[in-house]
């Protein structure tokens, strides 16, 4: 029954474009040992949408994403993207999905075009592939410059290039600001805010900072301990925060009262 209900729902968001889910989950868990990283968690991506993924540090976010590419496989739950199921599914999966995990690792003693181009190779592109890709990042000037004479900010920004080779229709970045200035999150922000209306990709973004998703993302989902503690709109989260007793311009308090009332939750289960 749960199987034909997935089915169900698959069929239904490829009915109607508008409301397609590019990416849903269905009770997805990752168990190391005794320990769970993601518990029993359902997403509902919606095409063409920048998503973020938040939560603080250890919230299950970075194995979500890595379950998602494949990297490491899902202990119980089902997940397809644009309709296609995993692990069935897998090589296509990838074909279509570009990713920023962690911080980029590059080849030191290799220009940026050059590392670029062999990612450009493994996925079989086109030579143009990587000049396009540099350019949307605006690093065309320093393709030939080695890959360990760039700043921080331009080892993120040439990993989202890495990410970006092809425009593929879908795109898993995994805090992709972090350890970059103002000014280097402020123009990584601004380039993934276009993303969407640059070629029609559909964006899925982490952070443990509520205030950067908000400026960035359509929908939210937010993680505690792995589980999932709201998903929908950034309206709709507003609209939770007034109904709580918080005002709608600082979400940031919504946000970290939701994390405290979960933890403590937490603790007094661990009592029983």
């Not at 169900?8 to 490829?14: G, Q, T, W």
């Not at 997805?28 to 518990?39: A, H, P, W």
């Not at 994403?65 to 397809?80: H, N, V, Y």
Request: proline share 4%.
């Amino acid at each position: 029954m749960i199987m034909s209900g997935w089915r169900d729902k698959i069929e239904a968001s490829k009915g109607d474009v508008s409301m397609e889910n590019m990416i849903m989950t269905e009770n997805l868990t990752k168990k190391y040992k005794n320990f769970t990283s993601v518990n029993e968690v359902s997403l509902h991506i919606r095409k063409g949408s920048i998503y973020g993924l938040l939560g603080p540090n250890g919230a299950g976010k970075s194995t979500t994403m890595k379950m998602l590419l494949g990297l490491t496989a899902p202990t119980q739950g089902i997940f397809t993207i644009h309709g296609q199921q995993f692990p069935k599914d897998r090589a296509s999966i990838l074909k279509e999905v570009g990713s920023f995990i962690e911080s980029p690792a590059f080849y030191s003693n290799l220009t940026g075009k050059e590392n670029l181009d062999i990612i450009r190779r493994i996925l079989n592109l086109p030579q143009s592939s990587v000049e396009d890709a540099l350019e949307m990042v605006s690093l065309s000037e320093f393709g030939d410059r080695l890959a360990k004479k760039y700043s921080l900010g331009m080892k993120q920004r040439l990993g989202l290039a890495g990410a970006l080779l092809g425009r593929p229709p879908i795109l898993i970045l995994d805090e992709p600001t972090n350890g970059l200035d103002p000014s280097g999150i402020h123009e990584i922000r601004n380039l993934i805010k276009s993303l969407p209306k640059l070629y029609s990709c559909t964006v899925l973004i982490s952070s443990h900072i509520l205030s950067e998703i908000e400026l960035m993302a359509d929908d939210i989902g937010i993680l505690n301990h792995g589980r999932l503690l709201f998903e929908g709109s950034m309206e709709k989260l507003r609209k939770n925060a007034v109904q709580s007793g918080f005002a709608d311009d600082n979400l940031e308090d919504m946000f970290l009262s939701m994390i405290e009332k979960d933890n403590a939750a937490r603790k007094q289960r661990a009592l029983l």
